[in-house]
């Protein structure tokens, strides 16, 4: 149960963090500037994939690892 209200309390501030920063990138996409287009989607798509790596895989890895077990 404590892998579940660490996943919650963390879920807001990095998934607004990740909008803000993908957000700060999408002009650069948009425009597809010729100099920083491949950088801005690179950083946007890894921050969006690192995003669902951290709120999703990571707690279901650490329950696993760990052996922490779900209350009934």
């Not at 994939?49 to 329950?63: D, I, M, R």
Request: glycine share 4%; aromatic share 10%.
């Amino acid at each position: 149960m404590t892998v579940i209200m660490a996943a919650v309390s963390r879920f807001r501030p990095i998934v607004m963090t990740s909008i803000t920063t993908i957000l700060g990138v999408m002009p650069l996409i948009i425009s597809q500037d010729t100099l920083f287009y491949a950088l801005a989607v690179i950083l946007a798509f890894g921050l969006a994939a690192g995003t669902v790596l951290t709120l999703a895989v990571a707690p279901v890895l650490y329950t696993l690892f760990f052996r922490v077990k779900v209350p009934s």
